[in-house]
Nanobody
Framework: QAQLVESGGELVQAGGSLRLSCTAS????????MGWFRQAPGKEREFVARISVSGLSKTYADSVKGRFIISRDNAKNTVYLKMNGLKPEDTAVYYC?????????????????WGQGTQVTVSS
């Protein structure tokens, strides 16, 4: 049974940094593009970043471009999201997702697997 488990979320002050991790099990990690989404209170879940199987292709939402970096370690079945320059508006539950194609990973209903989420809270 495939499972994605996120970790690393916590309370941080504005301007600070965090690194989120998502470790996969029960699936062939190198067969999946990976991505991060987030959902703030009262808002819809939104795309944050995605990375191809090789790690060579990455795209970001405009709201995080230049501040967040997505990466993956295929030997550890883990995808990361390094978040720098955090703002209060980055406060959300962050979810990782897996999809068989890179072009699918930015669309929620085309993702095959989801993690349970990790809370990131940025105080002003």
């Amino acid at each position: 049974q495939a499972q994605l488990v996120e970790s690393g979320g916590e309370l941080v002050q504005a301007g600070g940094s965090l690194r989120l991790s998502c470790t996969a099990s029960g699936l062939t990690f190198t067969s999946y593009a990976m991505g991060w989404f987030r959902q703030a209170p009262g808002k819809e879940r939104e795309f944050v970043a995605r990375i191809s199987v090789s790690g060579l292709s990455k795209t970001y939402a405009d709201s995080v471009k230049g501040r967040f970096i997505i990466s993956r370690d295929n030997a550890k079945n883990t995808v990361y999201l390094k978040m720098n320059g955090l703002k209060p508006e980055d406060t959300a539950v962050y979810y990782c997702a897996a999809a068989t194609r890179f072009d699918q990973i930015a669309t929620m209903n085309q993702c095959d697997y989801w993690g349970q989420g990790t809370q990131v809270t940025v105080s002003s």
